[in-house]
C-alpha cells in the first residue's frame, strides 16, 4: 500500500475500531478541519490512484474515512446551498485496522493550517464551489464503487465475495438491483440464492436492459445490441436462445476486448489432467473482482469426456459443449446475460477508457 505520513502500524490494536463520541449530526463541525481533511484526503487519493487501482479490501477499509469526510462537508455546506437537503452517498464501511487504514493526520493539519490565517473569507466561498467539491466527491465514490452495493449491505457481500462470485459464479455488477442483492447477501445457501434469483427474473432481465441502455461506447455498440435481443428472447419466453446466445456472446466480448494472456487470466487456465488454479482477487479493484471473479466462477472446467456430469449452475463451456435440460434453464439464462451485462458494463467505464487514456 502507498505509503501515507504518519501511517505507522501498531500490531496490538490493529483490529479495534474507536468508538465515536456524538453522532455526525450532533457533533460540530469545525469547518476549517473539514476542508484541510477533504484537501488531505483527495489529494492522497489522487496521488496514490488509491481509488482506481486498490484492491477492494483495502479500499473498503479507506471508506470509512471518506463516509464521515462527506457527511461533515454536507454539514459545513448546508448553510450555504440553500437546498431542503444535499443528496447522501451511501459509501460501504469496513474496519480492517490499521494494516489498510490510511492515517491523513499530518497532511490534515499541514492544510487546516494553510485555511486558518483566511477562513474569515469562508462566509465569500461561493456555494458553487462547495456543490461541485461535492459532486466530486460523489464522481470519485461512483468511479469506484457499485452503484447497486450500498450502505452496510455491501459488507456482508465483501465477507462473501469469494465464495459467490468464484465458487458460485454469481454476476453482481450492476445487476441484480440493491435489494435483490441484500437477500442475495442474507442467505446462506448456493440453492437459496437461485431461489431468489429465480424468483425476480423478470425484474433483473429489466434492469439488465436498463444498463445496457446506459452503455454508449461506439466499441461496444454490436455487443450492446445482441445482450438486449438476449433480454428480450428472455423476456418473450425463449430462455434457451437467450442462453446460447449470452453464453457465446461472452466468449465473444473476452476474445475482442482481451489479449489471449488477459483471457488466460480471467477465465484461468487448466486441462483434462489439472485443474485451475483459483483466482486471486483480493488485489483488483473492486468492480473488477466482483465482474471479472464471477467470470471466473461461470468458467469452471467441464470435461464431458472425463465423466463430467453436466452442472446445473450456469456454466458458459457446458452451454457450449452440455446442450441439456440439466444445463438449460430459465435462470442460467438469466445468469448469463447478467454476466455479459456486467463484463460490457465494466469494458464501459473502466476498461475502455483506460485504455484510450
Not at 491523513?104 to 465569500?124: C, E, G, K, M, P
Not at 466561498?125 to 459532486?135: D, G, P, S, V
Not at 475482442?256 to 487448466?270: M, N, P, Q, Y
Request: proline residues 5%.
Amino acid at each position: 500500500m502507498p505509503d501515507v505520513p504518519g501511517n505507522d502500524v501498531d500490531d496490538d490494536h490493529a483490529d479495534q475500531v474507536a468508538e465515536p463520541e456524538q453522532t455526525a449530526r450532533d457533533r460540530p463541525v469545525d469547518p476549517r478541519e473539514v476542508i484541510g481533511q477533504s484537501v488531505a484526503l483527495a489529494t492522497w487519493a489522487l496521488d496514490t490512484q488509491m481509488w482506481a487501482a486498490s484492491g477492494y479490501q483495502q479500499l473498503a477499509a479507506i471508506s470509512t474515512h471518506f463516509s464521515k469526510l462527506y457527511t461533515d462537508l454536507q454539514l459545513l455546506a448546508q448553510p450555504l446551498i440553500k437546498t431542503p437537503e444535499l443528496p447522501k452517498i451511501a459509501i460501504p464501511t469496513r474496519a480492517l485496522g490499521s494494516h489498510f487504514s490510511p492515517d491523513l493526520s499530518a497532511w490534515s493539519r499541514h492544510y487546516t493550517a494553510q485555511f486558518a490565517s483566511t477562513f474569515d473569507a469562508v462566509r465569500l466561498f461561493q456555494h458553487e464551489r462547495l456543490a461541485n467539491l461535492l459532486k466530486n466527491i460523489e464522481a470519485l465514490r461512483n468511479f469506484t464503487f457499485l452503484p447497486n452495493w450500498t450502505g452496510e449491505m455491501a459488507d456482508k457481500g465483501l465477507d462473501q465475495l469469494e465464495q459467490l462470485v468464484l465458487d458460485e459464479g454469481l454476476p453482481l455488477g450492476w445487476v441484480p438491483a440493491t435489494p435483490i442483492l441484500e437477500k442475495l447477501f442474507s442467505v446462506s445457501s448456493a440453492k437459496e440464492r437461485r431461489e431468489i434469483l429465480g424468483r425476480a427474473w423478470k425484474a433483473i432481465a429489466n434492469d439488465c436492459i436498463r444498463v445496457l441502455e446506459s452503455i454508449s461506447h461506439p466499441q461496444l455498440r454490436d455487443q450492446v445490441g445482441f445482450a438486449k435481443t438476449a433480454a428480450r428472447d428472455l423476456l418473450g419466453g425463449r430462455a434457451h436462445g437467450s442462453q446460447a446466445l449470452s453464453a457465446n456472446l461472452l466468449d465473444t466480448i473476452l476474445r475482442t476486448h482481451f489479449d489471449s494472456g488477459e483471457r488466460l487470466e480471467i477465465v484461468g487456465k487448466g486441462n483434462k489432467k489439472f485443474p485451475r488454479e483459483r483466482r486471486v482477487i483480493d488485489d483488483l479493484p473492486l468492480r473488477s473482482a466482483v465482474v471479472l471473479g464471477g467470470i471466473w466462477g461461470a468458467f469452471g472446467q467441464f470435461w464431458p469426456e472425463n465423466g463430467d456430469h453436466v452442472p446445473r449452475n450456469f456454466s458458459r463451456h457446458a452451454s457450449a459443449h452440455g446442450v441439456s435440460r440439466r444445463q438449460y434453464s430459465r435462470i442460467n439464462a438469466l445468469l448469463a446475460l447478467m454476466h455479459v451485462t456486467a463484463l460490457l458494463k465494466l469494458l464501459s467505464v473502466d476498461y475502455l477508457k483506460q485504455r484510450a487514456a
